[in-house]
């Protein structure tokens, strides 16, 4: 029986009672665990008892081991304890007994002697193979972990022959072996001399001496051991070729194996480089993000991270020009000149990922004059970025609510209305599938620098078979004042929520107003007040803008209300499909001396002196809007998601003001 309790946190103590009890203990290991007092003279006469490893206490007192001392007992280790005197008995061999770092090792006759030096306790050396001499011999040394005995010198010469067959029948040697006890381990220095030569060689030592591969098996009762080796010195030359040899060899065998794995990681990169070239979203599924499959292109360029980088200095505040829930909008300008915008979503964003997956689907797929360009896109190092065609003079919103210090006049906004109906009839009509908008808004209109109007923001947008047309049901998306009620009571999608939204729009040119504003909704508002009976306002003079009718020349002005009203109808048969109107429009602006898509820029918006302090604002623009001009909630590029709460949609289901016997309705 084996008992170790070294090292442990236990509660200081007076020396335990079963140290006695055990009859079967062989070893007793308590080193460093505060132990005191006085150790019993019956531990040392226990018959199987070999070892007592007891360093490291505070063990007091005298040291009397008794008169009926264990034969077998091989140990007893009492260093680093508090002992003052100890009583020695010729029955015990003193080289077992280690009393260093007591008390009784200072300035006292036993400082000197062998109880209290710190040295290994070695065996006596009468054993006739405990010892060979010559110039070089090759030592090493072998631990038994667990010997199953006592005495070790009964055991010896059964270890010796049992190494003297296994070493002799690989080289002949003289063979001595000298064993220590080296704390609980039985220790022997294995020390061999060659025969007929003065060294063994490499060779000889490399397959005849070398235990630590564990190969040799020791006689049973020895138990499992480790081996520590010894440097031997080889000077003959053929040990140093084949040293030399083995050397050169492995490192070339590792600069081999280096250059290898270079050129593969090299060819890894190249093909990987090569991968991404041909197929953008090789990595698309890698991050939450990444909803669905990859994106289906059928014409973009594809830019790299370091390009976009270079063209927006960085991502530097200052070129940031818009905000909203996907992202970041910067202005960057490429190596040709051309000036862009880039929408960087914010990284981590569930929405966004969506969002860039439906944007880079559909733009990449559709070009017309009055949709918002898409450039290209870069998907790299978990960026996700979709770089568009720059529009200088930002969103129908700025330029209506004043944001921009520009004051459209009426042709002006015939002409917006017009370059977003055909913009969206383009998208209902002649795409292949057809692609319903979903965020029809005037933050989603933006006016380039000769003030053409494109749609943008397709983040919401779904394609639509003619098959499913009336029958899509999708989850209810858009912006609140622009949401068709049908499309939110019954939550199945058709081209006629868009020209719900669309006609939110149309009375936006005439207010000049949010959809909700002041707690009011801009339908309920002019339907509310509306009177054809009144042939140049429609007796909307009070809730319109005051810019209009301040310029006069509102030509057409009854039959565009007509039309606007006709497009917010609650149910959607009653509206006009998006080519309809676009004929309407064109016969107002034709019908009045205008020419639809002709109209210069300097003819068709004026710039009030008053307002020329007026800084620009979103969707590009580095500078905030003061706080002078009207604020609201938008942002181009925006995607709002939100929903009219119960109370709006409510105001929103009460019939309007009946349209009288002179409107005109358009074809559905």
């Not at 001392?69 to 061999?93: E, F, M, P, Q």
């Not at 609510?401 to 998208?427: E, F, N, P």
Request: a neutral charge; hydrophobic letters at 35%; glycine letters at 8%.
């Amino acid at each position: 029986m084996h008992r170790d309790l070294s090292n442990n946190s236990f509660t200081p103590s007076g020396v335990p009672s079963w140290f006695t009890e055990l009859p079967g203990l062989m070893t007793l290991t308590m080193q460093s665990v505060g132990i005191s007092g006085k150790l019993p003279q019956k531990l040392f006469g226990l018959r199987a008892l070999q070892h007592v490893i007891l360093n490291d206490n505070e063990l007091n007192d005298t040291l009397d081991m008794g008169n009926n001392i264990n034969d077998g007992l091989d140990l007893v280790d009492l260093r680093n304890n508090k002992i003052t005197s100890v009583t020695v008995y010729s029955s015990l061999d003193s080289k077992l007994l280690k009393l260093e770092g007591n008390p009784l090792c200072t300035d006292s006759l036993l400082s000197n002697t062998l109880l209290c030096t710190d040295q290994l306790t070695e065996f006596p050396t009468m054993l006739p193979f405990s010892d060979v001499q010559c110039p070089h011999p090759f030592v090493e040394t072998i631990f038994f972990r667990s010997p199953s005995f006592g005495d070790v010198r009964k055991f010896l010469p059964e270890l010796h022959d049992n190494l003297s067959r296994t070493v002799s029948s690989c080289t002949p040697n003289k063979l001595g072996l000298i064993p220590y006890i080296d704390d609980v381990y039985l220790k022997v220095d294995i020390k061999a001399c060659p025969v007929k030569q003065k060294r063994f060689n490499y060779s000889q030592v490399l397959n005849c001496f070398n235990l630590t591969l564990q190969t040799y098996k020791p006689p049973e009762n020895f138990g499992p051991y480790y081996v520590k080796s010894h440097p031997y010195p080889f000077h003959d030359k053929a040990s140093r070729a084949i040293l030399i040899g083995v050397v050169t060899g492995s490192v070339l065998l590792v600069v081999g194996l280096a250059l290898i794995g270079l050129y593969a990681l090299r060819q890894k990169k190249r093909a990987k480089k090569l991968v991404s070239q041909n197929n953008p979203f090789a990595s698309w599924g890698s991050t939450p993000e990444d909803i669905g499959e990859a994106p289906k292109l059928k014409s973009a360029r594809a830019f790299t991270l370091e390009e976009l980088k270079l063209s927006t200095n960085d991502f530097k505040q200052i070129n940031a020009i818009g905000e909203g829930g996907y992202g970041t909008v910067y202005r960057g300008k490429l190596l040709d000149g051309q000036l862009i915008a880039i929408k960087r979503s914010k990284q981590g964003s569930m929405q966004g990922g969506l969002e860039f997956k439906t944007e880079i689907e559909l733009l990449s797929r559709v070009h017309h004059n009055n949709l918002v360009g898409l450039v290209g896109f870069c998907f790299e190092k978990g960026e996700k970025m979709l770089v568009y065609e720059f529009i200088s003079n930002g969103t129908l919103s700025e330029a209506l609510y004043g944001m921009k210090g520009v004051q459209l006049d009426w042709s002006m906004r015939l002409k917006i209305a017009l370059d977003s109906a055909r913009g969206l009839a383009y998208l209902h009509d002649h795409a292949n599938p057809p692609i319903i908008h979903r965020d029809i808004k005037s933050t989603n209109i933006l006016l380039d620098s000769k003030m053409t109007a494109k749609v943008a923001d397709f983040g919401l947008s779904l394609l639509v078979s003619d098959s499913e047309e009336g029958e899509l049901c999708t989850n209810v998306k858009g912006t609140l004042g622009y949401l068709d009620p049908e499309y939110y009571m019954t939550q199945q999608l058709t081209a006629k929520s868009d020209v719900y939204s669309f006609g939110v729009v149309l009375l936006e040119l005439i207010v000049a107003k949010p959809p909700i504003y002041e707690k009011k909704y801009i339908v309920r508002e002019v339907k509310t007040a509306l009177d054809m009976e009144d042939t140049m306002y429609c007796g909307l003079k009070d809730v319109m803008d005051p810019v209009l009718y301040k310029m006069g020349g509102l030509l057409g002005f009854p039959r565009f209300v007509t039309m606007a009203l006709q497009c917010v109808e609650e149910v959607g048969p009653d509206r006009p499909k998006m080519n309809n109107l676009v004929r309407e429009i064109e016969m107002i602006m034709q019908d009045n001396g205008l020419t639809p898509g002709s109209m210069s820029a300097s003819s068709s918006f004026s710039v009030d002196s008053t307002t020329r302090t007026f800084a620009p604002r979103y969707p590009y623009s580095s500078t905030s809007t003061p706080s002078t001009t009207y604020q609201m909630d938008s942002r181009a590029f925006e995607y709002s998601g939100g929903f009219p709460s119960q109370g709006s949609l409510k105001n929103r289901n009460t019939s309007p003001k009946p349209l009288n016997s002179r409107e005109r309705r358009l074809p559905g």
